[in-house]
């Protein structure tokens, strides 16, 4: 039974009751495992275009572009970046001085590699007395990892990661949020103008507004377009409530509710109020230094090409069907085009009459679709390209996570730790129909693929509830293609030391 508190949070949140009892009744009942046909590969459910069809790709995207059409790229750019100084945490309240472990030495033996080691000196120097190099020198390392951390030095602990600074230029060091600008330059810009959007924590938001502030005009000049960057928070009404193992309420010492942000999954719908004919998403972190660029932006082309024609035909498919005035061969073409290009198969498809052929197609056609660059698997944590069945019994293409796949089932099981390809979340998405009016996306989510973990709170117990992740569940119901882009497309900053790699110096 809920009481007037409980209503007045759930009110303010902008939660629904009939919403409140369905999270809880998902802890109850749990979520089902996806039933799984194959690991995607090239040749089965990835596409690997060769050097005529890239081209051809790429044109097809310098002509849309240049058609002045609305292209927005969108970056979730959401939290802090403290799990990225884990390590150097764990340095900071260990009962030894000295670096110890191999992480603690690497960072220590290579700090002067840091984007940010020009700023850090100067803190130490505030605060300390003493530059970097001194402070080691006299084996007070932790004074270093302090000014690194902590509010009195750079705040790396607390900033979002989109602020840190990541790369060495000439001109100054710059953060994965100037990358991202940069980036909208080169590929995502139309009509001389480049729409960026971040989605930030409300705690984060005010200083991302300044900071982009700072440095959009400087991009302005180099690449001569005008910057149009907003920004969206995750918002409360997607926040899920915590549960006792028992499934009731998880409560605060207060008496309030616990609620938890959703996950990524949360965000389709800052993503569905984007006006927007393509959107390309990538995380904050996949950034690369001006040198490694070209790779980059030139499979960025290819993937929003690839969309765009595919685009162009469904539409035009539509169009046909619309009219009436079309024979069982074109229905053929059509089947095809839906199987073979939009990697979307039905067993039964011989047995439906044209009629009800019709309807099939056309749900199948006109809906949201995205591209979705794959890379070689390399072992990184992560999901993977799989094709999938789904509840209305066709196969598709997904990218599914190992909390979506039932470890007791050894075939699947063998599947994700073989699968060939890995997701690295490079999309390319058309948000519009075939009459230009913006799909509702959160028509096409799943419900059913969300995830629960295990968490505690003052040391108590809880269960958690993750909505169905963006690229996962929350596009499952969309035309979804795979293309190969290579492994140098792909560069996240898990940790502090992923910066010492070649590619981020």
Same mark, same amino acid.
């Given at each position: 039974?809920?009481s ?21 009744e998902?802890?109850?009942k749990g979520?089902?495992?996806?039933k799984?046909e ?8 990835i596409v690997?275009p060769?050097d005529?069809e890239?081209?051809s790709?790429?044109d @097809?995207?310098n002509d ?9 790229k969108f970056?979730p750019?959401?939290g802090a970046?403290s ?6 945490f764990?340095?900071l309240? @260990?009962a ?10 690497e960072?220590?033996?290579n ?5 940010? !080691?020009e700023?850090l000196c ?6 300390e007395g003493k530059k970097?190099m001194?402070?080691i020198?006299e084996?007070?390392?932790? @004074?270093v990892?302090a000014n690194m951390l902590?509010?009195k030095?750079?705040?790396?602990g ?6 840190l600074l990541f790369?060495?230029y000439?001109d100054?060091?710059?953060?994965p949020?100037?990358e991202?600008?940069?980036e909208a330059?080169?590929?995502a810009?139309?009509n ?6 971040f989605?930030v924590?409300h705690?984060h938001?005010?200083l991302?507004?300044?900071?982009v502030?700072?440095?959009v ?6 690449y ?6 907003d ?12 549960a006792n ?8 010492d207060?008496?309030?509710m616990?609620?938890r942000p959703?996950?990524?999954?949360a965000?389709?719908e800052?993503l569905?109020?984007?006006d927007?004919?393509v959107i390309f998403? !990538?995380?904050i972190?996949?950034v ?6 070209g790779?980059?932006?030139?499979y960025k082309q290819?993937? @929003?090409?690839?969309?765009v ?6 539409h035009r498919y539509?169009?046909?069907l619309?009219t009436g ?5 074109d229905?053929?073409?059509i089947i095809r085009f839906?199987q073979?290009?939009?990697?979307c198969?039905r067993?039964?498809?011989?047995e439906?009459e ?6 099939y197609?056309r749900?199948k056609?006109n809906?949201?679709i995205r591209?979705c660059?794959?890379?070689k698997?390399v ?13 209305d019994?066709?196969i598709?293409?997904q990218?599914?996570?190992s909390s979506?796949?039932?470890k007791?089932?050894s075939d699947y ?6 699968g ?8 390319v998405?058309?948000v519009k129909?075939?009459k230009?009016?913006?799909?509702d996306?959160t028509?096409y989510v799943?419900?059913?693929t ?7 709170k003052n040391?108590?117990?809880?269960k958690?509830l993750e ?7 929350a596009m499952?119901d ?7 882009v290579?492994l140098s497309?792909f560069?996240?900053?898990k940790t502090?030391?992923d910066?010492l790699r070649?590619?981020?110096q």
């Open positions: 039974m809920l007037q508190q409980d209503l007045k949070q759930l009110s303010e949140k902008g939660i629904s009751e009939e919403m409140l009892y369905k999270q809880l998902s802890f109850e979520f089902p495992f996806l799984i194959a690991a995607a590969a090239v040749g089965h459910g690997k060769d005529g890239r081209k790709f790429i @097809a995207w849309y572009k240049s058609a002045g059409h609305r292209i927005v970056v750019a959401s970046a799990r990225m100084f884990k390590d150097m764990a340095f309240n @260990a030894y001085d000295v670096p110890t472990t191999d992480f603690e030495k960072f220590f033996e700090i002067k590699k840091f984007a940010f !080691k700023e100067s803190k130490c120097k505030d605060n970097i001194q402070l020198a084996g007070n390392y932790k @004074a990892v902590e509010a030095g750079l705040n790396y607390q900033l979002p990661k989109g602020l790369h060495n000439d100054g060091a710059r953060t949020m100037e991202h600008l940069v330059a080169l590929y810009s139309s001389n103008e480049a729409n960026v959007h989605t924590s705690e938001l005010q991302f507004k300044q900071k502030a700072e440095k005009e400087k991009y302005s000049k180099i001569g377009i005008k910057y149009n960057v920004f969206s928070e995750q918002k409360p009404s997607t926040d899920t409530v915590a193992p028992d499934n009731s309420p998880f409560r605060n207060d008496g309030t616990l609620f959703g996950g990524h999954g965000l389709i800052n569905n109020e984007i927007a004919d998403v !990538k995380n972190d996949n690369v230094p001006d040198r490694l660029k790779e980059t932006v030139e290819l993937l @929003a090409g690839v969309l024609t595919l685009q162009e035909k469904a539509l169009r046909q619309d005035s079309y024979s069982h061969q229905l053929e073409e839906v073979r290009d939009l990697c198969r067993t039964d498809i011989k439906l044209d009629a009800d052929l019709v309807i197609l749900s056609l809906r949201p591209v660059g794959m890379v698997n072992g990184e944590p992560g999901g993977g390209p799989f094709l999938t069945y789904n509840a019994g066709t598709s293409a990218i599914l996570e979506q796949i039932d007791s089932n099981m063998r599947m994700f730790k073989e060939t390809h890995f997701n690295p979340v490079d999309l998405c058309a129909d075939y230009q009016r913006p799909f996306l028509k799943d419900k059913s969300g995830f629960i973990s295990s968490k505690s040391g108590k117990e809880l958690a909505l169905p992740g963006l690229w996962n569940g499952s969309w035309n979804t293609v795979f293309v190969e290579p497309t560069n996240p900053v502090v030391n910066l070649e590619q981020h």
